[in-house]
């Protein structure tokens, strides 16, 4: 694994633990009231910026090689 591997993944760890953290302080500002929307934000954006975890990375595009 090349030292541009590395950085995705703790890029991509560190990005998680954010989002996660995240979840917790709006659910815990707003009294769990809307857990469920929330979770669906959480993963919504998640899967926007690449961080979600239930989908494998993307094949590179031959254009961009």
């Known amino acids: 694994m090349g030292i541009f591997d590395r950085f ?3 890029a ?8 996660d953290t995240a979840e ?10 809307y857990t469920g929307q929330v979770d669906d934000a959480q ?3 998640e899967g926007a910026t690449g961080l979600g975890g239930d989908r494998p990375d993307r094949p590179d595009r031959p254009d961009q090689r």
């Open 8 to 10: 995705k993944d703790h």
């Open 12 to 19: 991509r760890s560190k990005g998680k633990d954010m989002s």
């Open 24 to 33: 917790r302080d709006v659910n815990k500002g707003t009294g769990d009231k």
């Open 43 to 45: 993963q919504r954006i």
